[in-house]
């Protein structure tokens, strides 16, 4: 069995995903919006070579998941909070997944939803470039049109191949969704795609460094870090905004940020620490965030300002 001793809510994922990739397990897997556990802690237990990760939105339903599975004394499946669009492509070796699975994803019809669905073009880069030469994509959904769509956009990546639409498909283990649908007498669409040739994503190289900059010139008051609150920049898909601020009895200054990436949404704070000659901007290591477009852009411009001479 794969030594994984427990669940963790992104504490680092990136670094323990990384610790999975040198243990190397024979099979690796993902299933995104994972609801209330069943299918991983099924498919988990049913693979103790193997390591499953589960990526899901709703605390809620990560909480009863890492419930569920500790109760089963499942060891090879980690749960991740957060958005798959981001986590697939920052914290996952390229081309290391096996299978991908999703039961039954919402298919988000309105038009301002288009960036969260599976059809995007974004998701199906980070999709073929997380899977392995041969790697499966799974998706179930009780709607016919969802279904279609599907069956139509996923294939247009030149990566990846549909295999078959299954309709009704028997299988090992149902979900509480695929219960409650099959009792109403709907239809099931299980839809498989293949990866048949290799493909990296192009995703962004994360620097070892975190984001860090020294200001040469006299560290900035509180009063002048407070005056920043409210300011917001970007562009409609990419935005972030600057909160409140805090100081230390040390003199050391949090900035708290919220950025927003393609509705991925985050919240953490930048570190202004006082030097002899100036003061050193970096982000605040407890609550490091997923180096985004925003984050980037947020970071740039606190540095920026600081600098400016002129304030």
């Known amino acids: ?46 693979n103790p070579e193997g390591v ?43 081309e290391w997944l096996h299978s991908v699975y999703m039961n039954f994803p919402c298919p988000w019809p309105k038009t301002r939803h288009a960036k ?16 392995v030469k041969g790697g499966i994509f799974e998706l179930l959904t009780d709607d016919r049109i969802y279904a279609e769509e599907v069956a139509r956009v ?3 990546h030149p990566a990846l191949v549909m295999e078959k639409m299954y309709l009704n498909p028997e299988r090992d283990i149902q979900t509480k969704y695929e219960r409650r649908w099959r009792e109403q007498g709907k239809e099931i669409f299980l839809l498989r795609f293949r990866k048949n040739t290799p493909f990296f994503s192009g995703r962004r190289k994360r620097e070892e460094e975190e984001l860090h900059s020294n200001i040469e010139r006299q560290c900035p008051t509180l009063a002048r870090i407070q005056s920043l609150a409210g300011i917001e920049r970007g562009e409609q898909s990419c935005r972030w905004v600057f909160k409140d601020s805090y ?32 003061c050193l901007v970096k982000m605040d290591a407890p609550s490091r965030p997923f180096r985004t477009p925003a984050v980037v852009m947020a970071f740039e411009k606190l ?8 304030i």
């Open 1 to 46: 069995m794969v030594p994984i001793n427990r669940i963790f809510l992104n504490e680092d994922p990136e670094h323990e995903i990384a610790l999975m990739a040198k243990i190397d397990p024979p099979f690796r897997a993902v299933e995104i919006g994972f609801g209330n556990g069943e299918f991983l802690e099924h498919v988990a237990s049913a």
């Open 52 to 94: 499953f990760f589960g990526i899901e939105v709703s605390l809620q339903c990560v909480m009863k998941t890492v419930k569920r599975i500790q109760n089963s004394g499942c060891e090879n499946a980690r749960v991740l909070l957060g958005d798959a669009r981001f986590l697939l492509g920052e914290c996952f070796p390229p």
């Open 116 to 131: 969260r669905r599976v059809t995007f073009s974004g998701f199906t880069e980070v999709l073929a470039g997380s899977l």
């Open 154 to 156: 996923i294939p247009a």
């Open 247 to 278: 100081m230390s009895s040390s003199g050391v200054m949090l900035l708290e940020t919220i950025t927003s990436d393609e509705g991925f949404r985050q919240s953490f704070f930048i570190r202004i620490v006082p030097r002899k000659n100036g």
């Open 303 to 310: 540095v920026e300002d600081l600098r400016d001479e002129t």
